[in-house]
Protein backbone atom coordinates (compact mmCIF):
# COMPACT_ATOMS: atom_id res chain seq x y z
CA UNK A 1 0.00 0.00 0.00
CA UNK A 2 1.15 3.90 -1.30
CA UNK A 3 2.20 5.70 1.91
CA UNK A 4 0.00 8.55 1.70
CA UNK A 5 -0.35 11.89 3.44
CA UNK A 6 -2.65 14.44 2.92
CA UNK A 7 -1.32 18.23 4.21
CA UNK A 8 -3.75 21.20 4.15
CA UNK A 9 -1.50 24.43 4.79
CA UNK A 10 -3.50 27.63 5.94
CA UNK A 11 -1.79 31.22 4.50
CA UNK A 12 -2.73 34.48 5.53
CA UNK A 13 -3.46 35.67 2.22
CA UNK A 14 -6.25 35.79 0.17
CA UNK A 15 -6.07 39.10 -2.22
CA UNK A 16 -2.73 38.61 -3.64
CA UNK A 17 -3.23 36.06 -6.44
CA UNK A 18 0.29 36.51 -7.14
CA UNK A 19 1.52 35.61 -3.94
CA UNK A 20 -0.08 32.17 -3.52
CA UNK A 21 0.74 31.20 -7.14
CA UNK A 22 4.13 31.11 -5.67
CA UNK A 23 3.41 29.83 -2.50
CA UNK A 24 2.24 27.12 -4.95
CA UNK A 25 5.15 26.97 -7.34
CA UNK A 26 7.45 26.09 -4.30
CA UNK A 27 5.03 22.90 -3.41
CA UNK A 28 4.93 21.63 -6.84
CA UNK A 29 8.52 22.15 -7.08
CA UNK A 30 8.63 19.06 -4.71
CA UNK A 31 8.77 15.62 -6.95
CA UNK A 32 6.84 12.81 -5.55
CA UNK A 33 4.00 15.69 -4.61
CA UNK A 34 0.21 16.14 -6.15
CA UNK A 35 -1.51 19.39 -5.60
CA UNK A 36 -4.99 18.79 -5.11
CA UNK A 37 -6.80 22.32 -4.31
CA UNK A 38 -6.19 25.78 -3.71
CA UNK A 39 -9.01 28.10 -2.40
CA UNK A 40 -8.77 32.33 -1.56
CA UNK A 41 -11.21 34.06 0.11
CA UNK A 42 -10.78 37.93 0.02
CA UNK A 43 -13.01 38.84 3.26
CA UNK A 44 -11.17 36.11 5.26
CA UNK A 45 -7.76 37.00 3.61
CA UNK A 46 -6.72 33.89 3.91
CA UNK A 47 -6.07 30.60 1.26
CA UNK A 48 -6.05 26.97 2.04
CA UNK A 49 -4.06 24.61 0.38
CA UNK A 50 -4.57 20.91 -0.19
CA UNK A 51 -1.80 18.05 -1.70
CA UNK A 52 -0.57 14.72 -0.91
CA UNK A 53 2.41 12.93 -1.39
CA UNK A 54 5.01 10.52 0.33
CA UNK A 55 5.66 11.69 3.93
CA UNK A 56 9.03 12.60 3.15
CA UNK A 57 8.35 14.97 -0.36
CA UNK A 58 5.23 16.14 1.70
CA UNK A 59 7.42 17.62 4.70
CA UNK A 60 10.10 19.20 2.01
CA UNK A 61 6.57 20.95 0.15
CA UNK A 62 4.90 22.21 3.36
CA UNK A 63 8.50 23.20 4.35
CA UNK A 64 9.24 25.13 1.27
CA UNK A 65 6.09 26.66 1.28
CA UNK A 66 6.15 28.01 5.05
CA UNK A 67 9.56 29.90 3.77
CA UNK A 68 8.08 30.93 0.80
CA UNK A 69 5.32 32.91 2.81
CA UNK A 70 7.45 34.46 5.14
CA UNK A 71 9.02 36.03 2.40
CA UNK A 72 6.45 37.29 0.79
CA UNK A 73 3.47 37.82 3.96
CA UNK A 74 4.13 40.84 6.58
CA UNK A 75 1.59 40.20 9.64
CA UNK A 76 2.25 43.33 10.48
CA UNK A 77 0.14 45.04 7.07
CA UNK A 78 -2.46 41.93 7.26
CA UNK A 79 -5.87 42.60 7.83
CA UNK A 80 -9.42 40.21 7.82
CA UNK A 81 -11.42 38.18 9.46
CA UNK A 82 -10.20 34.71 10.15
CA UNK A 83 -8.56 34.09 13.30
CA UNK A 84 -4.43 34.35 12.65
CA UNK A 85 -0.85 34.03 14.31
CA UNK A 86 1.39 33.51 11.30
CA UNK A 87 1.85 34.20 7.50
CA UNK A 88 1.70 30.43 7.26
CA UNK A 89 -1.15 29.78 9.94
CA UNK A 90 -1.56 25.99 10.40
CA UNK A 91 0.11 23.09 8.61
CA UNK A 92 -2.01 20.25 9.35
CA UNK A 93 -0.83 16.63 8.71
CA UNK A 94 -3.47 13.84 7.49
CA UNK A 95 -2.99 10.50 6.91
CA UNK A 96 -4.45 8.79 4.03
CA UNK A 97 -2.46 5.21 3.91
CA UNK A 98 -0.18 2.86 4.80
CA UNK A 99 0.96 6.13 7.51
CA UNK A 100 -0.13 5.83 11.07
CA UNK A 101 -1.16 8.53 13.34
CA UNK A 102 1.86 8.31 15.20
CA UNK A 103 3.86 8.38 12.05
CA UNK A 104 2.51 11.88 11.06
CA UNK A 105 3.12 12.78 14.16
CA UNK A 106 6.83 12.54 14.44
CA UNK A 107 6.82 14.18 10.73
CA UNK A 108 4.99 17.26 12.79
CA UNK A 109 7.52 17.58 15.05
CA UNK A 110 10.52 16.89 12.35
CA UNK A 111 9.03 20.27 10.25
CA UNK A 112 8.19 21.84 13.50
CA UNK A 113 12.02 22.09 14.26
CA UNK A 114 13.45 22.83 10.96
CA UNK A 115 10.44 25.85 10.17
CA UNK A 116 11.82 27.32 13.83
CA UNK A 117 15.61 26.56 13.60
CA UNK A 118 15.90 26.93 9.53
CA UNK A 119 13.30 30.36 9.38
CA UNK A 120 13.52 31.80 12.96
CA UNK A 121 9.91 31.01 13.11
CA UNK A 122 8.26 29.90 16.34
CA UNK A 123 6.30 26.47 16.11
CA UNK A 124 3.45 25.40 18.22
CA UNK A 125 1.94 22.00 18.04
CA UNK A 126 -1.69 20.94 18.38
CA UNK A 127 -4.74 18.16 17.63
CA UNK A 128 -3.02 15.25 18.02
CA UNK A 129 0.44 16.47 17.87
CA UNK A 130 -0.14 18.34 21.11
CA UNK A 131 2.32 18.19 23.89
CA UNK A 132 -0.20 19.56 26.47
CA UNK A 133 -3.59 19.03 26.07
CA UNK A 134 -4.35 22.95 26.19
CA UNK A 135 -3.24 22.93 22.74
CA UNK A 136 -5.15 20.55 21.17
CA UNK A 137 -7.92 22.88 20.20
CA UNK A 138 -6.33 25.53 17.71
CA UNK A 139 -8.23 28.41 19.25
CA UNK A 140 -6.39 28.23 22.45
CA UNK A 141 -3.08 28.90 20.09
CA UNK A 142 -4.68 31.82 18.57
CA UNK A 143 -6.01 33.39 21.41
CA UNK A 144 -4.66 36.84 20.95
CA UNK A 145 -3.96 36.86 17.46
CA UNK A 146 -0.61 37.84 15.95
CA UNK A 147 -1.30 41.39 17.92
CA UNK A 148 -1.81 39.69 21.13
CA UNK A 149 0.65 36.75 21.10
CA UNK A 150 3.17 39.11 20.12
CA UNK A 151 3.84 40.43 23.75
CA UNK A 152 2.34 36.98 25.41
CA UNK A 153 5.28 34.91 24.17
CA UNK A 154 7.78 37.01 25.64
CA UNK A 155 6.05 37.45 28.80
CA UNK A 156 3.75 34.47 29.56
CA UNK A 157 6.04 30.92 30.30
CA UNK A 158 2.22 28.93 29.24
CA UNK A 159 2.49 30.69 25.59
CA UNK A 160 5.86 29.39 24.62
CA UNK A 161 6.40 27.72 21.74
CA UNK A 162 7.35 24.12 21.57
CA UNK A 163 9.69 25.01 18.87
CA UNK A 164 12.07 27.87 18.78
CA UNK A 165 12.66 30.74 20.74
CA UNK A 166 9.51 32.92 22.33
CA UNK A 167 9.98 35.48 20.34
CA UNK A 168 7.59 36.20 17.32
CA UNK A 169 9.06 36.23 13.33
CA UNK A 170 8.92 40.32 12.99
CA UNK A 171 6.36 39.74 10.09
CA UNK A 172 5.89 35.77 9.92
CA UNK A 173 4.74 35.44 13.51
CA UNK A 174 4.20 31.65 14.13
CA UNK A 175 2.75 28.65 12.41
CA UNK A 176 0.86 25.72 14.25
CA UNK A 177 1.51 22.13 13.02
CA UNK A 178 -0.10 19.18 13.82
CA UNK A 179 -2.08 15.69 13.23
CA UNK A 180 -5.72 15.70 12.46
CA UNK A 181 -8.50 13.47 10.97
CA UNK A 182 -9.92 14.99 7.44
CA UNK A 183 -11.92 18.31 8.74
CA UNK A 184 -14.33 19.51 6.55
CA UNK A 185 -14.79 23.35 6.14
CA UNK A 186 -17.90 24.61 6.19
CA UNK A 187 -19.45 27.85 5.36
CA UNK A 188 -23.23 28.98 5.83
CA UNK A 189 -24.11 32.69 4.81
CA UNK A 190 -27.41 34.45 6.10
CA UNK A 191 -29.97 36.78 4.87
CA UNK A 192 -28.83 39.59 7.02
CA UNK A 193 -25.42 41.45 7.29
CA UNK A 194 -26.09 41.63 11.45
CA UNK A 195 -23.05 39.69 12.33
CA UNK A 196 -24.10 39.35 16.17
CA UNK A 197 -26.76 36.84 14.65
CA UNK A 198 -24.12 34.82 13.13
CA UNK A 199 -22.29 34.96 16.18
CA UNK A 200 -25.26 33.67 18.61
CA UNK A 201 -25.82 30.77 15.75
CA UNK A 202 -22.26 29.48 16.04
CA UNK A 203 -22.02 29.43 19.94
CA UNK A 204 -25.34 27.14 19.92
CA UNK A 205 -23.98 24.88 17.92
CA UNK A 206 -20.23 24.88 18.27
CA UNK A 207 -18.92 22.47 21.09
CA UNK A 208 -16.94 24.31 23.30
CA UNK A 209 -20.33 26.57 24.16
CA UNK A 210 -22.52 23.32 24.56
CA UNK A 211 -23.35 22.76 20.82
CA UNK A 212 -22.25 19.51 18.77
CA UNK A 213 -18.94 17.20 20.16
CA UNK A 214 -17.40 17.58 16.48
CA UNK A 215 -17.72 21.47 15.25
CA UNK A 216 -16.13 24.46 15.74
CA UNK A 217 -17.92 27.64 14.52
CA UNK A 218 -17.38 31.30 14.12
CA UNK A 219 -19.40 34.43 12.93
CA UNK A 220 -18.05 36.80 10.37
CA UNK A 221 -19.12 39.32 8.38
CA UNK A 222 -18.51 39.12 4.52
CA UNK A 223 -18.71 42.80 3.13
CA UNK A 224 -18.26 41.57 -0.10
CA UNK A 225 -21.50 39.78 -0.17
CA UNK A 226 -23.22 42.34 2.52
CA UNK A 227 -24.38 39.23 4.67
CA UNK A 228 -23.08 37.28 8.05
CA UNK A 229 -21.35 33.93 7.88
CA UNK A 230 -21.77 31.05 10.08
CA UNK A 231 -17.85 29.45 9.60
CA UNK A 232 -17.37 25.68 10.68
CA UNK A 233 -14.57 23.59 10.93
CA UNK A 234 -16.26 20.06 11.06
CA UNK A 235 -13.58 17.82 12.67
CA UNK A 236 -15.35 14.46 12.69
CA UNK A 237 -18.45 14.29 9.88
CA UNK A 238 -18.76 10.58 10.73
CA UNK A 239 -20.23 11.70 14.18
CA UNK A 240 -21.66 15.11 13.33
CA UNK A 241 -23.02 15.03 10.32
CA UNK A 242 -23.22 18.08 7.62
CA UNK A 243 -27.07 17.73 7.09
CA UNK A 244 -27.45 17.78 11.22
CA UNK A 245 -25.42 20.76 11.47
CA UNK A 246 -27.14 22.48 7.98
CA UNK A 247 -30.89 21.78 9.80
CA UNK A 248 -29.39 23.67 13.51
CA UNK A 249 -28.02 26.82 12.07
CA UNK A 250 -31.53 27.31 9.93
CA UNK A 251 -33.78 26.53 12.63
CA UNK A 252 -31.70 29.09 14.77
CA UNK A 253 -31.91 31.56 11.95
CA UNK A 254 -35.25 31.91 11.80
CA UNK A 255 -35.59 32.64 15.60
CA UNK A 256 -33.92 35.58 14.18
CA UNK A 257 -36.21 35.77 11.28
CA UNK A 258 -32.99 35.52 9.02
CA UNK A 259 -32.72 32.55 6.13
CA UNK A 260 -30.28 30.98 4.94
CA UNK A 261 -29.15 31.55 1.38
CA UNK A 262 -26.40 29.35 0.69
CA UNK A 263 -23.84 26.85 2.37
CA UNK A 264 -20.13 26.35 0.54
CA UNK A 265 -17.43 23.71 1.30
CA UNK A 266 -13.73 25.58 1.19
CA UNK A 267 -11.44 22.53 -0.17
CA UNK A 268 -11.75 19.13 -0.66
CA UNK A 269 -14.58 16.78 1.10
CA UNK A 270 -14.83 13.31 1.33
CA UNK A 271 -17.49 11.92 -0.44
CA UNK A 272 -18.79 9.73 2.03
CA UNK A 273 -19.61 12.87 4.33
CA UNK A 274 -21.93 14.28 0.83
CA UNK A 275 -23.19 10.90 0.55
CA UNK A 276 -24.79 11.04 3.81
CA UNK A 277 -26.54 14.18 3.31
CA UNK A 278 -28.17 12.78 -0.04
CA UNK A 279 -29.22 9.44 1.95
CA UNK A 280 -30.81 12.30 4.84
CA UNK A 281 -32.40 14.60 2.37
CA UNK A 282 -33.70 11.83 -0.55
CA UNK A 283 -34.71 9.42 2.30
CA UNK A 284 -32.87 6.62 0.87
CA UNK A 285 -33.39 3.27 1.83
CA UNK A 286 -30.84 1.07 1.91
CA UNK A 287 -28.38 3.23 -0.35
CA UNK A 288 -25.12 1.29 -1.06
CA UNK A 289 -21.69 3.46 -1.87
CA UNK A 290 -21.20 0.84 -4.70
CA UNK A 291 -24.18 2.37 -6.22
CA UNK A 292 -22.22 5.23 -6.77
CA UNK A 293 -21.02 4.72 -10.63
CA UNK A 294 -17.24 6.40 -10.08
CA UNK A 295 -17.04 4.07 -7.04
CA UNK A 296 -17.31 0.77 -10.04
CA UNK A 297 -14.70 2.89 -11.71
CA UNK A 298 -11.76 3.63 -9.18
CA UNK A 299 -10.56 0.35 -9.08
CA UNK A 300 -9.32 0.61 -13.05
CA UNK A 301 -6.99 3.29 -11.63
CA UNK A 302 -5.23 0.84 -9.28
CA UNK A 303 -2.91 -0.53 -11.41
CA UNK A 304 -1.29 3.20 -13.23
CA UNK A 305 -0.47 4.16 -9.30
CA UNK A 306 0.61 1.24 -8.58
CA UNK A 307 2.98 0.63 -11.63
CA UNK A 308 4.07 4.36 -10.66
CA UNK A 309 4.97 3.84 -7.61
CA UNK A 310 7.39 0.34 -8.56
CA UNK A 311 9.13 2.96 -10.76
CA UNK A 312 9.74 5.18 -7.99
CA UNK A 313 13.02 5.25 -6.08
CA UNK A 314 11.26 4.36 -3.34
CA UNK A 315 12.28 0.77 -1.51
CA UNK A 316 9.14 -0.04 -1.68
CA UNK A 317 6.98 -1.91 -3.21
CA UNK A 318 10.12 -4.41 -4.63
CA UNK A 319 10.40 -7.47 -6.24
CA UNK A 320 8.08 -9.05 -3.40
CA UNK A 321 5.65 -7.38 -3.97
CA UNK A 322 5.90 -7.56 -7.70
CA UNK A 323 6.04 -11.34 -7.47
CA UNK A 324 3.09 -11.41 -5.38
CA UNK A 325 1.24 -9.55 -8.39
CA UNK A 326 2.39 -11.81 -10.63
CA UNK A 327 0.85 -14.84 -8.58
CA UNK A 328 -2.55 -12.37 -8.42
CA UNK A 329 -2.79 -12.48 -12.18
CA UNK A 330 -1.93 -15.91 -12.76
CA UNK A 331 -4.62 -17.18 -10.83
CA UNK A 332 -6.81 -14.47 -12.13
CA UNK A 333 -6.48 -16.10 -15.34
CA UNK A 334 -6.84 -19.38 -14.57
CA UNK A 335 -10.39 -18.42 -12.99
CA UNK A 336 -11.43 -16.74 -16.48
CA UNK A 337 -10.32 -20.11 -18.26
CA UNK A 338 -12.87 -21.79 -15.89
CA UNK A 339 -15.50 -19.04 -16.23
CA UNK A 340 -15.22 -19.61 -20.15
CA UNK A 341 -15.27 -23.12 -19.75
CA UNK A 342 -18.73 -23.71 -17.34
CA UNK A 343 -21.88 -24.25 -18.93
CA UNK A 344 -20.28 -23.88 -23.12
CA UNK A 345 -21.37 -26.74 -25.06
CA UNK A 346 -18.99 -30.07 -25.67
CA UNK A 347 -17.59 -29.21 -21.40
CA UNK A 348 -20.76 -30.89 -19.61
CA UNK A 349 -18.58 -33.44 -18.08
CA UNK A 350 -15.65 -31.13 -16.86
CA UNK A 351 -18.39 -28.41 -15.31
CA UNK A 352 -18.59 -29.56 -12.29
CA UNK A 353 -14.94 -30.00 -11.41
CA UNK A 354 -14.02 -26.23 -12.62
CA UNK A 355 -16.81 -24.98 -10.75
CA UNK A 356 -15.59 -26.56 -7.83
CA UNK A 357 -11.58 -25.04 -9.07
CA UNK A 358 -12.95 -21.79 -9.84
CA UNK A 359 -14.46 -21.13 -6.39
CA UNK A 360 -11.39 -22.26 -4.50
CA UNK A 361 -9.17 -19.85 -6.86
CA UNK A 362 -10.92 -16.92 -6.04
CA UNK A 363 -9.88 -16.35 -2.42
CA UNK A 364 -6.22 -17.69 -3.60
CA UNK A 365 -6.16 -14.89 -5.42
CA UNK A 366 -6.70 -12.14 -2.83
CA UNK A 367 -4.72 -13.61 -0.40
CA UNK A 368 -1.65 -12.91 -3.07
CA UNK A 369 -2.83 -9.46 -3.15
CA UNK A 370 -2.67 -9.23 0.90
CA UNK A 371 1.18 -11.24 0.42
CA UNK A 372 2.14 -7.31 -1.41
CA UNK A 373 1.24 -5.71 1.51
CA UNK A 374 2.55 -8.26 3.68
CA UNK A 375 6.06 -8.60 1.52
CA UNK A 376 6.34 -4.56 2.05
CA UNK A 377 5.40 -4.45 5.25
CA UNK A 378 8.18 -6.94 6.18
CA UNK A 379 10.79 -5.13 4.30
CA UNK A 380 10.16 -1.86 6.16
CA UNK A 381 10.79 -3.55 9.40
CA UNK A 382 14.02 -4.71 8.38
CA UNK A 383 14.88 -1.04 7.17
CA UNK A 384 13.97 -0.07 11.31
CA UNK A 385 16.34 -2.79 12.67
CA UNK A 386 19.16 -1.72 10.82
CA UNK A 387 18.80 2.27 12.36
CA UNK A 388 18.91 0.64 15.72
CA UNK A 389 21.81 2.42 17.04
CA UNK A 390 25.43 0.32 17.68
CA UNK A 391 27.13 2.91 19.38
CA UNK A 392 28.13 0.36 21.74
CA UNK A 393 29.16 -3.17 21.88
CA UNK A 394 25.58 -3.94 23.69
CA UNK A 395 23.90 -2.11 21.11
CA UNK A 396 25.65 -3.60 18.36
CA UNK A 397 24.59 -6.47 19.91
CA UNK A 398 21.02 -6.21 19.74
CA UNK A 399 20.96 -4.73 16.54
CA UNK A 400 22.74 -8.03 15.28
CA UNK A 401 19.63 -9.93 17.03
CA UNK A 402 17.06 -7.78 15.72
CA UNK A 403 18.33 -7.40 12.24
CA UNK A 404 18.33 -11.28 11.94
CA UNK A 405 14.98 -11.65 13.50
CA UNK A 406 13.60 -9.46 10.97
CA UNK A 407 15.15 -10.77 7.86
CA UNK A 408 13.82 -14.28 8.96
CA UNK A 409 10.25 -12.68 8.71
CA UNK A 410 10.88 -11.09 5.66
CA UNK A 411 12.15 -14.67 4.32
CA UNK A 412 8.94 -15.93 5.60
CA UNK A 413 6.63 -13.76 3.10
CA UNK A 414 8.17 -14.82 -0.16
CA UNK A 415 8.36 -18.36 1.33
CA UNK A 416 4.45 -17.99 1.62
CA UNK A 417 4.58 -16.51 -2.17
CA UNK A 418 6.27 -19.31 -3.52
CA UNK A 419 3.94 -21.91 -1.98
CA UNK A 420 0.89 -19.92 -2.98
CA UNK A 421 1.79 -20.14 -6.61
CA UNK A 422 2.43 -23.99 -6.44
CA UNK A 423 -0.67 -24.78 -4.69
CA UNK A 424 -2.55 -22.41 -7.33
CA UNK A 425 -0.85 -24.58 -10.39
CA UNK A 426 -1.50 -28.20 -8.64
CA UNK A 427 -5.08 -26.37 -8.17
CA UNK A 428 -5.19 -25.50 -11.77
CA UNK A 429 -4.42 -28.69 -13.13
CA UNK A 430 -8.00 -29.32 -15.05
CA UNK A 431 -8.21 -25.51 -16.34
CA UNK A 432 -5.25 -27.07 -18.33
CA UNK A 433 -6.14 -30.23 -19.06
CA UNK A 434 -9.85 -29.70 -19.87
CA UNK A 435 -10.61 -25.49 -20.08
CA UNK A 436 -11.72 -24.41 -22.95
CA UNK A 437 -9.60 -24.82 -26.42
CA UNK A 438 -10.18 -21.26 -27.28
CA UNK A 439 -8.56 -19.80 -24.31
CA UNK A 440 -5.32 -22.40 -23.79
CA UNK A 441 -3.46 -19.50 -24.60
CA UNK A 442 -4.26 -17.83 -21.89
CA UNK A 443 -3.86 -20.86 -19.37
CA UNK A 444 -0.40 -20.77 -20.91
CA UNK A 445 0.18 -17.25 -19.53
CA UNK A 446 -1.39 -18.29 -15.95
CA UNK A 447 1.04 -20.56 -15.48
CA UNK A 448 3.63 -18.29 -16.80
CA UNK A 449 2.60 -15.94 -14.60
CA UNK A 450 2.67 -18.26 -11.72
CA UNK A 451 6.40 -19.69 -12.69
CA UNK A 452 7.61 -16.01 -12.76
CA UNK A 453 5.88 -15.12 -8.76
CA UNK A 454 6.84 -18.54 -7.58
CA UNK A 455 10.66 -17.41 -9.00
CA UNK A 456 10.66 -13.70 -8.15
CA UNK A 457 9.95 -15.04 -4.97
CA UNK A 458 12.56 -17.57 -4.25
CA UNK A 459 15.17 -14.74 -5.04
CA UNK A 460 13.78 -12.57 -2.37
CA UNK A 461 14.03 -15.68 -0.06
CA UNK A 462 17.61 -15.86 -0.69
CA UNK A 463 18.59 -12.63 -0.34
CA UNK A 464 17.60 -12.15 3.26
CA UNK A 465 18.75 -15.41 3.97
CA UNK A 466 22.72 -13.85 3.37
CA UNK A 467 21.97 -11.70 6.61
CA UNK A 468 20.69 -14.18 8.79
CA UNK A 469 22.50 -15.59 11.63
CA UNK A 470 20.61 -18.25 12.58
CA UNK A 471 22.68 -20.81 10.46
CA UNK A 472 19.95 -24.30 11.12
CA UNK A 473 17.23 -21.51 9.83
CA UNK A 474 19.11 -20.87 6.70
CA UNK A 475 19.75 -24.53 6.09
CA UNK A 476 16.29 -25.38 6.67
CA UNK A 477 14.81 -22.96 4.16
CA UNK A 478 17.50 -23.73 1.57
CA UNK A 479 16.44 -27.27 1.91
CA UNK A 480 12.52 -26.53 1.43
CA UNK A 481 13.19 -23.71 -1.59
CA UNK A 482 15.03 -27.19 -3.16
CA UNK A 483 11.87 -29.38 -2.57
CA UNK A 484 9.65 -26.75 -4.05
CA UNK A 485 11.65 -25.58 -6.77
CA UNK A 486 11.74 -29.53 -8.07
CA UNK A 487 8.10 -29.58 -7.81
CA UNK A 488 6.93 -26.01 -9.78
CA UNK A 489 9.67 -27.49 -12.37
CA UNK A 490 7.70 -30.28 -13.09
CA UNK A 491 4.35 -28.79 -13.09
CA UNK A 492 5.33 -25.70 -15.12
CA UNK A 493 6.88 -28.48 -17.93
CA UNK A 494 3.90 -30.48 -17.99
CA UNK A 495 1.52 -27.55 -18.09
CA UNK A 496 3.56 -25.93 -20.77
CA UNK A 497 3.45 -29.03 -22.75
CA UNK A 498 0.00 -29.65 -22.26
CA UNK A 499 -0.77 -26.14 -23.51
CA UNK A 500 1.26 -26.73 -26.92
CA UNK A 501 -0.45 -29.79 -27.55
CA UNK A 502 -4.15 -28.26 -27.30
CA UNK A 503 -3.14 -25.22 -29.55
CA UNK A 504 -1.44 -27.24 -32.08
Known amino acids: MRRIIECVPNFSEGRRPEVIEQIVSSIRSVTGVTLL ?6 DHNRAVISFVGEPEAVLEAAFRATKTASELIDLTKHQGEHPRIGATDVIPFVPISGVTQAECIELAKRLGKRIADELGIPVYLYELAATRPDRQDLANIRQGEFE ?3 EAIRTDPDRAPDFGRPELHPTAGATVVGVRAPLIAYNINLSTPDVKIAEKIAKAIRFRSGGFRYVKALGFELKEKNCAQVSINMTDYTKTP ?20 ESEIVGLVPQAALVDCARFYL ?3 EFKKEQILENRLVPAQGLPDFLSELASSAPVPGGG ?5 NGAIGT ?6 ASLTIGKKGYEEFEEELKVVKDRLIPLRERFISLMDEDAESFKAVMQAYKLPKMTEAERQEREQAVSEALKKAAEVPLRTMRLALDVLKLAKPVVEYGNKNSISDAGVATLNLDAAFRGARLNVLINLGGIKDRDFVAGMQETLDE ?5 EGLVKSYLDTVARRMS
Open 37 to 42: DQEMNA
Open 148 to 150: GLR
Open 242 to 261: LYRVFETVKREAQRYGVNVV
Open 283 to 285: QLN
Open 321 to 325: TAAAL
Open 332 to 337: ALFTMV
Open 484 to 488: LTSEL
